[in-house]
């Protein structure tokens, strides 16, 4: 099974990781995990005034913040992984990568660092339930 697995870093990315490597008929052998970030884009105005250099070296700076603890756990846990982190919209980016990667289910956590990480459950996840045609595997 092809699993896109979002991160964004917050603890609901970490129990959603526990979960996975905990169920191997998730990701075992046969599996594969493509793990992805996605980044929020600056305003144009902001990266005018900081060049669009220096914007690239934050927005890989911080999904590196993310996606390094990931690549270790599951290099641990001897499962099959790629790496991918993206500048956009995060429930665009999300379901664009699974249809890119033939994903057969997306897992991600209910919450993340977004304005309604309060709320029942996150937004972005509210919306890649709404809008993709995959199964969606929350981790609360």
């Known amino acids: 099974m092809k699993i896109l697995f979002a991160a964004d870093g917050s603890k609901y990315t970490k129990k959603a990781l526990a979960f996975l490597v905990n169920h191997d008929e998730l990701a075992g052998e046969a599996g594969e995990v493509v793990v992805l970030n996605v980044q929020a884009p600056v305003p144009g105005r902001v990266k005018s005034m900081l060049g669009s250099a220096n914007i690239s070296a934050w927005h890989a700076e911080e999904s590196h913040k993310v996606l390094a603890p990931i690549e270790r756990f599951l290099t641990r846990h ?18 664009r990568a699974a249809k890119k ?24 996840a509210q919306r890649v339930i709404a809008e993709g045609d995959i199964p969606v595997l929350l981790v609360k």
Do not use: C, N, Q, Y
């Open 78 to 95: 001897k499962i099959a992984f790629k790496m991918l982190a993206v500048v956009g919209a995060p429930t665009a980016e999300i379901l």
């Open 101 to 124: 990667e033939k994903a057969h289910l997306v897992v991600m956590g209910t919450h993340g660092h977004g304005l309604l990480s309060r709320a029942l459950m996150g937004s972005v």
